[in-house]
């Protein structure tokens, strides 16, 4: 069983930077695929990055690509996304999701909400222009 928790979503100017977090409580932290995804208001799910907390490979979706990065604390066994210069069409519910990995590094259908066994309850970012 794995238990998601994000936090950190508030609300931003454009132009504005800000990290949310994922709280990924699992026995076996280091053997799974955690992702990104957000959710704005009348639209699809849509992924945005992952991470294999297993060695730290990470994968971007074009969405946002070249505005954010994600890494993960170890230690903390949280995941972060860090998003740069928002945009009012970057406000969402951005969630977390988690699957266990059979193999090293995410799969290919990593950007497939269907993928993810697990999920958190999600964090809304709003961005103002």
């Known amino acids: 069983q794995v238990r998601l928790m994000e936090s950190g979503g508030r609300s931003v100017q454009a132009g504005e930077s800000l990290r949310v977090s994922c709280g990924v409580a699992?026995?076996?932290?280091?053997?799974?695929?955690v992702g990104w995804f957000r959710q704005a208001p009348g639209e699809e799910r849509e992924a945005v990055a992952a991470?294999?907390?297993?060695?730290?490979?990470?994968y971007f979706a074009d969405s946002m690509k070249g505005r954010i990065a994600i890494f993960q604390d170890v230690d903390m066994r949280t995941v972060y996304l860090g998003l740069r210069n928002l945009q009012p069409v970057d406000t969402a519910m951005y969630y977390c999701?988690?699957?266990?990995?059979?193999?090293?590094?995410?799969?290919?259908?990593?950007?497939?909400?269907?993928?993810?066994?697990?999920w958190g309850q999600g964090t809304q970012v709003t961005v103002s222009a």
């Open positions: 699992v026995a076996s932290y280091r053997s799974h695929c």
């Open positions: 999701a988690a699957m266990p990995a059979a193999f090293p590094g995410c799969p290919t259908t990593w950007v497939s909400r269907r993928e993810y066994e697990f």
């Open positions: 991470i294999y907390t297993g060695d730290d490979s990470t």
